[in-house]
């Protein structure tokens, strides 16, 4: 197969390889026979930024649940950097709608958690300068000795960005992270993720319900319509990199957000 | 020719009434209550409404109150006695914290526990445990085992309900995140649901220390022994009253200093929690 397309395409070396793999993936929730997702087929390709959009109960959800390992698809093949996904792992990074800071641990030691369960106390110790440096990559690096009921929500996001990336994970899932956070704070923080996922060569997958947010942040998006779950279309941004707040005002950013409110639309109508 | 206001008007100004009731502070509050209530106690007792062996007069009263704690001071029988009672909370308050800790992690965290453990504690705990005092007496004696045993078996309910509340109190978004760093069961009980729990557990606790008292009392009235309650007992079959009042309000301080010394322990162990540091975060 990768020897077929390089073969057809001459500029192969210049398409990133891909990271995170999925093929007619299906999930069928056996308590109430609900399909949740059928033929599902992606691929996030090594430094992208993909988004997946659609009203709740299409399947989103599940979606990243089952990438990020915790729960198994019905049929379909998953895989990230080749190897099958069966379950949670290292190398997949997951953030939340809440930030999930454990309050009696301080900041740094939060970051380091995830070290700790895997590895133990002495690679966590060892984790602590790493976990710093991504401390001062967020802007937090003041903060790392105080305690999470200290941090505003913003700040709180920001520490569980570096909670994800302590692991150097080779895909970032993102789970409506900033949901919880007033409009301001939350441009603000996706102009900074922008900016994370670019410095840390980031590969991310981003579920959400803000067009805007997936607009300016995404090099493609995927619609996603329920009853069954099912990928729709894929939209490519064209913007230029790095995006800007200020692009939300341009014709061309209106127009996407038009066009993928309409599909959207559709589905409400139904 | 423009619509500034007037600075001739007078400012809006706010008047907020609080009755002189309300504004008392405390210390004052709760001085005036006491004197209150001491007062309406020594005029009914000095009228002659009520008979002195039902109840004494607060003059009375406190000549006992100084009469115990001189005893107690001295070193004299009464404090043997106090020294007894502490015993018997002190060991019953732990047994109670341990059993209550294992069962509540039993029922908290394991299917088994929540279906086949807690229906059966759910209807221990319905029956009135004091009447299993003649039990313990009969299988443990009469020495302070038995008020031991009756006190931890009073106790361990509270424990018990709130360790396995607490075990639960975690959020989905934190069980999600422990499953997604591949942490084990006990990973997961030990560095999120205990810690998630703690402030569930000292409620449990705070609820445990005053069941104990009462379960090492009643022991005491039941068992006889050397306790507390066997003296109170005994002046209360004297008619003796006010020896009767005097002996409760120390035994109220063995209460107090039990409770306080939850309290204080949850302070130092839950320093995170926001509700139990007022103005500590700002």
Known sequence: MTMAESQILPDSAAIPRSVYEISRLSKTYARNRLVALTDVNLTLREGEFVSVIGSSGCGKSTLLKIMSGLMPPTSGRVTLEGKPVTGTRADIGMMFQQATLLPWMTTIENIVLPIEIRQGKSAARAARARAQELLDLVGLGDFAHVYPGELSGGMAQRASICRMLITRPAVLLLDEPFSALDELTRDFMNMELQRICHETRATAFLVTHSLAEAVILSDRILVMKPRPGRIVEEVVIPLPRPRTLEMINTPEFGRIVAHIRDLLGKEAEQ | MTDTVSDDLPDTVWIEKTSWIDAMPRWLAMSLLFIAVVTLWDLVT????????????????????????????????????????????????????????????????????????????????????????????????????SKVALAAFIATFPIVVA?????????????????????????????????????????????????????????????????????????????????????????????????????????????????QRPGALG
Do not use: C, H
Request: hydrophobic share 55%; glycine share 10%; no cysteine.
């Open chain 2, 46 to 145: 000095r009228w002659g409404w009520v008979s002195p062996i039902i109840l004494p007069s607060p003059a009375e009263t406190l000549a006992d109150l100084i009469f115990v704690g001189r005893n107690l001071i001295t070193g004299d029988y009464m404090l043997g006695a106090l020294w007894t009672t502490t015993k018997t909370v002190f060991f019953g308050f732990l047994i109670a914290a341990s059993i209550g800790f294992l069962l509540g992690v039993l029922v908290g965290e394991t299917k088994f526990g929540e279906r086949a453990v807690m229906p059966y504690l759910v209807a221990i705990d319905t029956m009135p445990k004091v009447a299993f005092a003649p039990l313990f007496i009969a299988w443990l004696g009469f020495d302070i085992a």
């Open chain 2, 163 to 275: 360790t396995a509340a607490g075990l639960y109190a975690a959020s989905e978004n934190e069980r999600m995140l422990f499953k997604s760093m591949g942490a084990t069961r006990m990973q997961t009980l030990l560095r999120l649901k205990l810690p998630t729990g703690l402030p569930y557990m000292f409620t449990g606790l705070k609820i445990a220390a005053v069941g104990v008292m009462a379960g090492a009392i009643t022991g005491e009235f039941l068992g006889g022994g050397k306790g507390f309650g066997a003296l109170i007992r005994q002046s209360a079959s004297q008619m003796d009253t006010p020896r009767v009042f005097a002996l409760i309000l120390y035994l109220s301080l063995l209460g107090l200093l039990l409770y306080f010394t939850v309290v204080w322990a949850q302070r130092k162990f839950v320093f995170w929690n926001k509700d």
